[in-house]
């Protein structure tokens, strides 16, 4: 079984700064694409950031500089710095990877997170 826990999610104030981290594990063989996708109430899920398998990043357009995404491919992790947060980050954070099973047939899937709640404050 692959699984992915994200943590960090917190309340914070405006301004303030969080690192959310996601940890991939289970029978795998490889990791291609990791990111970060966020819902806030009554909104349509979106891309915050995602990172391939040799660092190459994108952004959703609001990140504006604020965040970063990076990996750290030893340990099947992807982590979120989040700088200079906004009332409007406030939203569940979910990680996403596609993730190829030490299994036959190997077959690529795309697993999804729990989700983690970050919360900023006014």
């Known amino acids: 079984q692959v699984q992915l826990v994200e943590s960090g999610g917190d309340l914070v104030q405006a301004g303030g700064s969080l690192r959310l981290s996601c940890a991939a594990s289970g029978n795998i063989f490889s990791i291609n694409d990791m990111g970060w996708y966020r819902q806030a109430p009554g909104k349509q899920r979106e891309l915050v950031a995602v990172?391939?398998?040799?660092?190459?990043?994108h952004y959703g357009d609001f990140v504006e500089g604020r965040f970063t995404i990076a990996r750290d491919n030893a340990k099947n992790t992807v982590y979120l710095h989040m700088n200079s947060l906004k009332p409007e980050d406030t939203a569940v954070y979910y990680c996403n990877a596609d993730i190829r099973p030490r299994v036959v047939p190997a077959t690529t899937k795309n697993y999804w997170g729990q989700g983690t709640q970050v919360t900023v404050s006014s």
């Open positions: 990172i391939s398998s040799g660092g190459s990043t």
